[in-house]
């Protein structure tokens, strides 16, 4: 079955930096564009980053931009969330994501296999 496992996350101050890593297994991962999500208590859970099959293309959500950056190793299985100059407001939940289809999607609908999430801290 499809497993994602995602690590690194921890508590960091503001300014500071995080590398989370999204190992996947149990599915043609060079097949699939991946995803990056977020969920902050209270709140919806929320696109952060996309990466295509390729690495070629990514999508950033604009409050990210500039900062994370998406990348992937297919020769790993893995998918990495370069997180840097981190802010309080970055804290949550952070989840990797496979869609339903070889597309793009900011949408938590349009995602079907999810990592049990890792837990970013950021304080000021």
């Known amino acids: 079955q499809v497993q994602l496992v995602e690590s690194g996350g921890g508590l960091v101050q503001a300014g500071g930096s995080l590398r989370l890593s999204c190992a996947a297994s149990?599915?043609?991962?060079?097949?699939?564009?991946m995803g990056w999500f977020r969920q902050a208590p209270g709140k919806e859970r929320e696109f952060v980053a996309a990466?295509?099959?390729?690495?070629?293309?990514?999508y950033l959500a604009d409050s990210v931009k500039g900062r994370f950056t998406i990348s992937r190793d297919n020769a790993k299985n893995t998918v990495y969330l370069q997180m840097n100059s981190l802010k309080p407001e970055d804290t949550a939940v952070y989840y990797c994501?496979?869609?339903?289809?070889?597309?793009?999607?900011?949408?938590?609908?349009?995602?079907?296999?999810w990592g049990q999430g890792t837990q970013v801290t950021v304080s000021s």
């Open positions: 994501a496979a869609p339903r289809g070889p597309y793009y999607s900011g949408s938590t609908a349009e995602y079907r296999y």
């Open positions: 149990g599915l043609t991962f060079s097949s699939y564009y």
């Open positions: 990466i295509s099959w390729s690495g070629v293309s990514t």
